[in-house]
């Protein structure tokens, strides 16, 4: 009890005290064993990645909002969205802007020309989606498949699945997609078909990887294969777009339609 | 023993009639259907997307509910003079929080689940089987609202404000999650104003990310080899919602009314 | 000599209040020395602020007394015994709206310690006591003020305590509604409970008590007997404003 003047009933006396309703070797106890245990969930769980390609400017706030809440796999989730929002839109833009002032692709110096052409933006993004959410193969194989196979930029190619690697480096999907790329660097059809044949089941492979390799079927004279794959496209897959091309290729393939 | 299961019981028929919930549910059942539409923009990746989608706002609006009850039980009954009824009874406070608290996560369990079996309907309607383990996202989802829950308990018997409560809680769900990054800076490049702060922090604030499991589905997340197992983590929350409820309990029992 | 069901020994409260590393104390109750006897109905009168709701709260231990002893049916307001066997109605109860008497009454029996089979069978007479068997299954939140007092009655009779505290039971009701329930509290007089009432209304008290305690900031200043009482002039009004003016 503090001490104060206590003169008659209601008198009000004061004293400087800090005392608590709770005893503190309670709350001494109680932080001491949330100490413990965040010091034994420090063993099971690695201490987090970081950003390596930090925030973009316009999904800043909601990538910053949606990491703060715990979902990082919505963040890379949005990411993705936005990413095939930026492919599947028209050539220009600021990203677009910003790449004429790189230089053109040389061997010597690759790195000189990431982002240099169309869709200068789509490794940075790739990799920002990487960032949120390292297992999100989906993102890395899209994003390679199309600077490699679309655009013919194997470097940049090859520089997504180099980071993919770093941070999941157990994805056998990324090791297959490195080959293919390498092959496809050296124009080898066959290469490329043998790295990427064993991945065309796994559930993320891009369809756009199963449209190239029904393709190089078609250029090989694997006329049974190709058209088990088109035929897989078009059954199955979510992309409108893709499932109309499988359909013609299927037509010609069929004889239905003049090449 | 009876006391705590009559409480329980008792507070999570009470939650279940509460308008509260009933709008959340109708709420999460019209966010569950607009994610549909994000789902479509991501093509290929659309179950995905609905997958994440739907797991993140059960947890939100799980984390939701949560706060509310756990800012109200024991203010509001003090405030109504509810909280005599029960206590001029042979009822010990221990048993009135613990009570109150199961009869909150019950419900909140209740809503999550039912969120959670609209959410797979519209997932097998879309042609989501699986492999992700979908009852361990669930799970990791409700023993994060748990421990914070537990923290938000105890935080508004001390403060008497539930808006005081509320805001804490929130921040400490946000730091939870960057548990990680707060341990990183302690080891790389921390100022030395800044270590101290960020130290306690590491130890005080519940591990969230620990819990995030939805963030590990993936089969070849490179986290997966660092999981400890389930029995871990559920251990993880229930000690940690006990040491909270413990310190809830220390407070109540001295508390007059 | 009678046991006595409630007994203050020389019990002080002092409020304290920390804001701020600053404490500041002030004075509920000063030395009270009470003492209320098995079967007798006892009523606490005073001004607003003399302690009457601070004394039921030490008696249930929803208050500590700074120091003395608060003794309940012989034990302490801690003992879950003794709890057992109190019935309380605080002033102004408060009922979830979404609640029926049935469901609230069957939720406060269970944590008397009622049993299941019991419990039915109890909850029935007790609606039917308070006059509420007709809207047992009704929710509370369409109840009038009246309604919701009885059902705080219903609450404190349910588990047919020795001991039932009511503080300020006819607060806010009709004349009517405050006949009835004086009406109530007579029958359990009549069944041999011990009561303890607060109350503004000084002709409530005369008409329910057998002896009024006049409390005087904090202070127990003149306990008066129903015979007393009677046979002053003024009745108990007078000898009340007499002692606290």
């Known amino acids: 009890m503090p001490s104060a003047r206590q003169e008659g009933a209601g008198e009000r006396a004061t004293a400087f005290s800090l005392r608590t309703d709770l005893p503190r070797r309670w709350l001494l106890a109680g932080l001491c064993c949330c100490g413990l245990l965040n010091a034994l969930s420090l063993r099971v769980q690695p201490v987090g990645w970081t950003l390596g390609q930090g925030l973009a400017p316009e999904s800043a ?32 833009g600021p990203e677009e802007e910003e790449a004429q002032l790189h230089s053109r692709y040389h061997p010597e110096h690759p790195e000189l020309a990431w982002g240099g052409g169309r869709y200068s933006g789509l490794g940075t993004r790739a990799l920002r989606i990487l960032d949120a959410d390292p297992s999100f193969s989906y993102a890395a194989l899209f994003a390679a498949g199309s600077l490699a196979f679309n655009l013919n930029r194997p470097e940049d190619a090859l520089r997504v699945l180099d980071y993919a690697l770093s941070r999941d480096p157990r994805n056998p999907q990324f090791q297959a997609y490195v080959a293919a790329v390498g092959f496809h660097r050296h ?64 037509e010609r393939l069929e004889g239905r339609r003049p090449h | 023993m009876r006391n705590i299961a009559i409480l329980a019981l008792t507070g999570w028929q009470e939650n279940l009639r509460r308008r509260f919930y009933l709008l959340s549910l109708a709420f999460a059942g019209v966010f569950l259907y607009l994610s549909l539409i994000l789902g479509v923009l991501a093509v290929e990746q659309e179950n995905r997307v609905l997958l994440d989608f739907g797991l993140g706002f059960i947890e939100l609006m799980g984390l939701a509910g949560a706060l509310y009850g756990a800012t109200t039980i024991v203010l509001r009954e003090m405030e109504t003079k509810t909280v005599y009824l029960v206590l001029t009874r042979p009822v010990g406070r221990g048993e009135y929080i613990l009570g109150r608290f199961l009869g909150l996560m019950l419900s909140v369990l209740a809503s999550m689940a039912l969120m959670s079996a609209f959410h797979l309907c519209i997932l097998w309607a879309k042609g989501w089987r699986g492999p992700e383990p979908y009852a361990a996202a669930f799970l990791g989802a409700y023993l994060k609202v748990l421990v914070t829950a537990a923290l938000t308990t105890f935080l508004a018997i001390f403060s008497s404000s539930a808006l005081t409560a509320g805001v804490i809680s929130g921040v400490a769900w946000t730091l939870g999650h960057f548990l990680p990054e707060i341990r990183y800076l302690i080891t790389h490049g921390a100022s030395r104003v800044s270590i101290v702060p960020l130290f306690a922090l590491s130890y005080i604030v519940p591990d969230l990310q620990l819990f995030n499991l939805r963030d590990r589905l993936a089969a070849t ?36 009314f | 000599m009678k046991a006595l069901a409630l007994e203050f020994r020389s019990v002080t409260k002092t409020y304290s209040r920390s804001h701020l590393g600053r404490t500041t104390l002030s004075r509920g ?44 049916l012989g034990r302490s307001p801690a003992d879950a015994v ?3 066997e109190v019935g309380f109605l605080p002033e102004l109860p408060y009922f979830y709206p979404f609640l029926t008497p049935r469901e609230a009454l069957r939720f406060y029996g269970r944590l008397s310690g009622l049993h299941e089979d019991a419990l039915a069978d109890r909850i029935a007479r007790t609606l039917d006591l308070v006059g509420l068997s007709e809207h047992g299954s009704r929710r509370m939140g369409e109840f009038s003020k009246g309604m919701v007092q009885r059902v705080g009655l219903a609450q404190a009779v349910l588990h047919d305590p020795r001991l039932i505290v009511l503080d300020e039971p006819v607060s806010g009701l009709d004349p009517l509604a405050i006949k009835e329930f004086r009406e109530l509290l007579g029958e359990l007089r009549g069944r041999g409970k011990t009561l303890v009432v607060s109350s503004h209304s000084i002709s409530e008290l005369e008409k329910v008590c057998d002896r009024v305690g006049i409390l005087k900031e904090g202070r127990l200043v003149r306990s008066i007997a129903h015979q007393e009482w009677e046979a002053a002039s003024e009745g108990l009004e007078g000898l009340f404003v007499e002692t606290v003016r």
């Open chain 3, 82 to 84: 003794a709890l057992a």
């Open chain 3, 29 to 72: 109750i000063v030395d009270l020395g009470w003492e209320v006897p098995e079967g007798e109905s006892c009523g606490l009168l005073g001004l607003n602020g003399s302690g009457k709701t601070t004394t039921f709260k030490l008696a249930l231990g929803l208050l500590r007394p700074t120091s003395g002893e608060v003794r309940i």
């Open chain 2, 221 to 256: 997340s490179p986290l997966a080899a660092s999981e400890a197992g389930l029995a871990w983590w559920v251990g993880y929350a229930v000690l940690y919602t006990a040491v909270w409820l413990a310190l809830a309990w220390g407070l109540l029992r001295r508390k007059e």
């Open chain 1, 61 to 92: 706030l909601e990538t910053s909002a949606l990491v703060s809440l715990g979902m990082r796999r919505l963040a890379a989730d949005l990411g993705l969205v936005r990413m095939l929002i930026y492919y599947g839109g028209p050539e220009g």
């Open chain 1, 187 to 250: 124009g080898d059809a066959a290469g490329v078909i043998s790295r990427l044949e064993p991945v065309l089941g796994t559930p993320d492979c891009p369809v756009m990887i199963k449209h190239l390799v029904a393709y190089l079927y078609v250029k090989a004279g694997q006329r049974q294969k190709a058209l088990a794959l088109y035929l897989q496209i078009r059954d199955t897959s979510k992309d409108a777009g893709y499932r109309r091309m499988a359909e013609v290729a299927l």
